[in-house]
């Protein structure tokens, strides 16, 4: 028997490193492997690159990581033992269009066109080495967050959503996911991206933090430091501080609201 492996939880990284900019722009990953050696070195590897990695053993395990965790992208063994790989991939294209980097024993060509049938972004055959794992989950990630490709926070509705909301010298594109401050683009996480929106729609209303934990990444029992990080996150990214607000107010032992400017 092997000792359960740890969980790199997001709150035990940030207390870890602190709120720097690295968490900024780290990347969540749901790792699905049942060997446990494979598992701790995919996990070591990733964590390694500033990424933000659960893991699951099994397939109903990353299911509901994928349902509750909502990570950036998923990486899938096939040869699970509770589920098929495949199965286990259309299950989780029944809740997410999160990107899906399949790892396969099995390199035939008809095998992997079921894969990329099922719901697979782009397929890995093992034994792989650790540059190509990246590489290929770097594409898929760039790929994945292009327009369109999911609306709704959390990444729910492809393809439909209102145009875009503007508030003073801020410019949100809920379709491109793109937002821009005073005609520069911001670069933004997804959950930063989604987290801003939110506010947006929600402009000169405070908002708890657990109701932005509710809303925004679907889960209450993640602490709310999760949300001050990715506050800070974005308040940096808008040019402003906490202390000088011009988009973002705390509003003490309340929330946080996001004022559009007179
Ligand atoms: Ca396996």
């Known amino acids: ?32 492997e049942d060997d446990p050696a494979i598992r701790a070195s995919l996990i070591e590897l990733l964590a390694g690159h500033q990424m933000v990695v659960r893991s699951s053993p099994d397939g109903f395990g990353a299911l ?27 299950m989780i294209r029944g809740l997410s269009q999160v990107p899906v980097l399949v790892a396969t024993a099995r390199d035939d060509d ?20 650790g ?12 790929r994945c967050t292009s327009p369109a490709r999911t609306f709704s926070p959390g990444g729910g509705v ?32 997804r959950r930063e991206f989604d987290l801003l929106s939110f506010l947006a729609l929600n402009a000169d209303r405070v ?18 430091q999760t949300v001050d990080v990715h506050l800070s996150c974005l308040r940096r990214k808008l040019g402003e501080r906490a202390a000088r607000p011009r988009f973002l107010h705390t509003v003490r032992g309340v929330g946080v609201k996001l004022v559009s400017p007179r």
């Open 158 to 189: 492809p393809g439909a959503g209102p145009g875009p909301l503007v508030l003073g010298e801020l410019r949100i594109d809920p379709l491109a996911r793109t937002v821009h401050l005073a005609g520069r683009e911001i670069g933004l996480t």
């Open 64 to 90: 509901r990581e994928v349902a509750q965790w909502q990570p950036d992208a998923v990486v899938l063994d096939l040869g699970l033992p509770d589920l098929d790989g495949a199965d286990a991939l259309k």
């Open 1 to 32: 028997m092997y000792p359960p492996l740890p969980t790199h939880r997001f709150e035990d990284i940030v207390s870890r490193i602190g709120p720097s900019a690295t968490v900024c722009a780290m990347t969540s990953v749901l790792v699905v």
């Open 207 to 224: 908002i708890s933090k657990r109701q932005l934990l509710a809303e925004v990444w679907r889960q209450t029992y993640v602490d709310e």
């Open 131 to 142: 540059g190509q794992l990246l590489a290929r989950l770097t594409a898929v990630l760039r």
């Open 110 to 129: 008809a095998e992997i066109i079921k894969l990329l049938n099922a719901g697979a972004d782009d397929y890995l055959v093992k034994p792989f080495s």
